[in-house]
C-alpha cells in the first residue's frame, strides 16, 4: 500500500469532492469514502492510497472548472459565472441583461435565439464559446441595440449572428422610423464567426411633402478587434422616399463600424449600408447621405 496524496480541504464551502482519473483507478481509494459521493466539509483531511502493482511516476491534483449551469426560460438576468445552452436549443421571448464576467457555452448542434436583444452592464463581459449558433434579434420599429450597453461581447467559436430592427415606413408629412444598430459596445472576435447587420430605415409614401426616409442603423457602434474566426459587418440601409414627394430625402445608410477597428488575423468584411432612394417625378428632393467608409 502507498499513500500518495493527502489534502486538507480550505474554504468554507462544503460539499467538496474528490475523483481519481487514471487507468488504474479501481485500485485506488479516497479516504473517507463520502469525498467521492457526496463531499467533505473544510478542515477535512482527505487521502488517496494506491493498492496496485504499476509504478507511480507523479501525482496532480488538478482543480476542475466549474460546471455550467444550463440555461432556461427564466433564466433572463445572466450574472457572473459559466451558463450552456441545453439540449434542444431554446428560444428567449424577453430580453436578456448581463452583469459581470459570463461565460456562454453554445452546446454542439444546438441554437439559442433570443427576440428581444441582449444588454451588456457597464464593465460586463460575454463570452461566447462553443460550436452551436446564437441568432439575437432587433425589435422592429425601435431604435434600441440588438445587442445594448457597454459591455464587452468576445467571441472565441460558434457561430452568432445580430440584427438590428427595421424602423416603421412613414406615412403624409413624416419621417420612416430609423433602423437600430446591431451591436453596441466593444468587440473582440479570436475565432468562430460573426455576422452583424443594422437594422434598415423606414420608407415614405408617395405624394408626400417635407418626408424624409429613417437612417440605416449601424453594424457596430464602438471598437472592434478582430485576432482570429471571421467578421462580416454590414450597415442597415437608408429608407426611400415614393414617387412625386416635395422637399424630401432618403434616409442615411449605416456604417458597418461606427467606431475603431484593428485586424490582427481572421477573415473581415465591412459593408456600409446603402443610402436610400427618391422616387421619380419628386421636387427639391435628395438621395441619403453614404455612410463612412473603411479600408
Do not use: R
Request: overall charge negative; proline content about 1%.
Amino acid at each position: 500500500m502507498l499513500v500518495l496524496l493527502a489534502a486538507v480541504v480550505t474554504g468554507a464551502m462544503a460539499q467538496t469532492t474528490y475523483k481519481v482519473s487514471v487507468k488504474d483507478a479501481t485500485n485506488w481509494t479516497i479516504a473517507p469514502a463520502e469525498a467521492t459521493t457526496t463531499g467533505v466539509a473544510a478542515g477535512t483531511t482527505v487521502t488517496a492510497t494506491y493498492n496496485g502493482t504499476k509504478k507511480v511516476k507523479s501525482v496532480k491534483a488538478v482543480k476542475k472548472a466549474a460546471a455550467s449551469t444550463p440555461l432556461d426560460n427564466t433564466t433572463t438576468a445572466w450574472t457572473a459565472g459559466s451558463y450552456a445552452v441545453p439540449a434542444g436549443g431554446l428560444t428567449y421571448s424577453d430580453a436578456i441583461t448581463v452583469s459581470g464576467d459570463v461565460t456562454l457555452t453554445l452546446t454542439d448542434g444546438e441554437t439559442l435565439t433570443l427576440n428581444k436583444g441582449i444588454s451588456l452592464a457597464e464593465g460586463a463581459t460575454l463570452t461566447v464559446q462553443g460550436n452551436g449558433t446564437m441568432n439575437i434579434n432587433g425589435t422592429n420599429e425601435s431604435t434600441a441595440s440588438t445587442v445594448a450597453g457597454s459591455g464587452t461581447l468576445v467571441l472565441t467559436s460558434g457561430t452568432l449572428t445580430a440584427t438590428g430592427g427595421n424602423g416603421g415606413n412613414g406615412a403624409f408629412e413624416s419621417h420612416g422610423g430609423n433602423g437600430g444598430d446591431a451591436i453596441n459596445g466593444s468587440v473582440i472576435v479570436s475565432g468562430g464567426t460573426l455576422t452583424a447587420t443594422g437594422g434598415n430605415g423606414g420608407n415614405t409614401d408617395y405624394g408626400d411633402y417635407d418626408s424624409h426616409g429613417g437612417n440605416g442603423g449601424d453594424a457596430i457602434n464602438g471598437s472592434v478587434i478582430v485576432s482570429g474566426g471571421t467578421l462580416t459587418a454590414t450597415g442597415g440601409n437608408g429608407g426611400s422616399v415614393g414617387d412625386y414627394n416635395t422637399s424630401c430625402s432618403g434616409g442615411k445608410g449605416g456604417d458597418a463600424i461606427s467606431g475603431t477597428l484593428t485586424i490582427n488575423g481572421g477573415s473581415t468584411s465591412v459593408n456600409d449600408g446603402s443610402n436610400g432612394s427618391i422616387g421619380s417625378g419628386c421636387d427639391f428632393s435628395t438621395a441619403g447621405t453614404g455612410g463612412k467608409g473603411h479600408n
